[in-house]
């Protein structure tokens, strides 16, 4: 069974001045990184704009200012600014001071609708981005203009699942088996680490300008680039390594001390590697940060373990007889579960941590979780399997007027539990890779988590449905749609209102501005400044004499 002490077989115990000067060095530089940063949530959340969404000035604005939850950087054109005719502005040039951004305003003189279109980049590396509205003297647009909003490209997420599976997959075979392959694996770690990087870099902006700063100014990009550097590290050891092994001869010399200074230096730095590419994303981004980073680094630190552990001892049973095979795993088995069980409970408390639990079935980070704690239940039943009900077959007594056992296929069978494991540790790979691209819901005042909302209440006659988007604290895009009863827009109603409070914090009524779609169907860039359980009231004026009105509790997360 795979083992913590499995990395023993790869670091020898003779002391060496090398290993800790390089763990020293990399643990400080690795904290500067950490917590240089602020606080932060998963995401920059838009928490304040001005001018306001859907604001009408008399008179032209000076600056825009958008305020966000964290820290952020931005790319070029973080802020676009286009007048009523679709034009984009010229000359309007953003700048980011702590968790604000601004950008000064030529003078407008066209009255209308202006789209403000924004895109920051978080703490975790991750780009967001909006667009809103603001009127000059006169509203002439309903929406902000076609393309205003880059949006955030797939393919750099999909890119950074890539590298770190590449990483974390070669340089646990390598610690499994360091004589096999390694200067291969050293050199599928660094291209891991490279692709992360440019990741990292196209979310931050286009990759021959602006995208190496931004990204190198949050903590995750620089955790990237320092990743990329031990990678290196490790394969320029890895070849001075193989000099030194190919002068000497093999058959009649020991290793000398450089190499196995070099063994050393190679094992520290693949487990600082892995360290380090774990902290990226959530992980430094996520209060309370020192949990976060806690948590999870024994998580991955367990996987590691348990992944080389694998790796060695499916070598072993192709070479070892069953009498060392049934020892080795008697011996190394408890390491081994509990490595298992310590990945399993870090990687609940990890999931519990960032998701409330009415969100776990809802979110897709809740969802993916799970199912990463269901590979990992998988892994310790295997486990346990190969300890008490495999492991006794390798020297089973002969039994009076019975076959004699096939001990050969009783390490076959071990062999195959082993890759079965191994498998179901590539999968939790995946899924614990794909987890870091995602963001998890955050609660809000009291446990609410947010999210997008959308209900329908008793409306006269008919119906009245409320939609609010993304459901989290600052911007939210809400529509109000009345249905008669044959479920068509309800005749008659002109004038939708809304209005929000939050009786916990004794806030409100609040009443954003509406803007008629059409008969029936208003829209309003709302501002909700608080996370809570918001009360909105929509009300219909029919006549000077009649309303109608309907009450939602709306769930507004940070």
Known sequence: MPSISTLSQVVPRRPSSLPPRVLAACALLLGVLIFGAGPASAHAVLTRVSP?????????????????????????????????????????????????????????????????????????????????????????????????????????????????????????????RPRRRAIGLWAVA????????????????????????????????????????LTISGLLVMLCRQGLT???????????????????ALAVLAVLTVATIALEGHAVAINPIALSVTLTLGHVMAALCWGAGLVWLEARTRSASATELQAVVIKRSPWAIGAVVILGITGALLILDRVPLNELLSSWYGRLGLLKLLLLFVAVCLALSNRYRLTPKLLAQPVPDQPVPDQ?????????????????????????????????????????????????????????????????????????????????????????????????????????????????????????????????????????FEALSAVFTVPIGT
Do not use: C
Request: no cysteine; net charge negative; aromatic share 4%.
């Open 52 to 176: 306001e969404p859907d604001a009408v000035l008399e008179e032209s604005p000076k600056e825009i200012s958008l305020s966000f939850t964290e820290t952020i950087s931005i790319p070029a054109q973080g802020i676009r600014l286009f007048d009523p005719s679709a034009s984009e502005v010229s000359g309007v040039t953003a700048v980011a001071r702590g968790n604000t951004m601004t950008a000064q305003v030529p003078l407008l003189t066209a009255d209308g609708s202006y789209t403000v279109a924004w895109k920051a980049v978080s703490a975790d590396g991750h780009a967001v981005s909006g667009a809103y509205l603001f009127h000059l003297r006169v509203a002439t647009l309903t929406q902000p203009v076609a393309g205003a909003e880059s949006g955030v490209a797939l393919w750099p997420s999909l890119l950074r699942i890539l590298g770190t599976v590449m990483s974390i997959g070669a340089l646990a075979l390598y610690l499994g």
């Open 190 to 229: 660094s291209a891991g680490a490279l692709v992360s990087l440019i990741s990292s870099v196209a979310a931050a902006g286009p990759i021959l300008s602006t995208g190496w700063s931004v990204s190198f100014s949050t903590s995750t990009g620089r955790l990237t680039a320092l990743a990329l550097l």
């Open 246 to 264: 190919r002068s000497m001869d093999s058959d009649s010399a020991e290793p000398t001390t450089p190499s196995r200074n070099a063994d050393r």
């Open 408 to 544: 050969s296929a009783a390490v076959s069978q071990l062999r195959r539990s082993v890759r079965i494991e191994m498998l179901v540790l590539a999968l939790a790979l995946l899924l614990g890779a794909t987890l870091a691209q995602v963001s998890p819901p955050q609660a809000g005042v009291g446990g609410i988590a947010g999210g997008s909302f959308s209900e329908r209440a008793a409306f006269g006659t008919g119906q009245v449905e409320l939609r609010v988007d993304p459901g989290q604290r600052g911007m939210n895009e809400v529509h109000v749609t009345a249905l008669g009863s044959d479920g068509r827009l309800m005749p008659g109603v002109e004038e939708l209102e809304l209005s929000l409070s939050l009786a916990a914090d004794n806030i409100g009524p609040l009443k954003p501005e509406m803007q008629t779609i059409t008969e029936g169907h208003s829209v309003s860039y709302a501002r909700f400044p608080f996370a809570g359980e918001w009360t909105v009231l929509v009300t219909a004026r029919l006549s000077k």
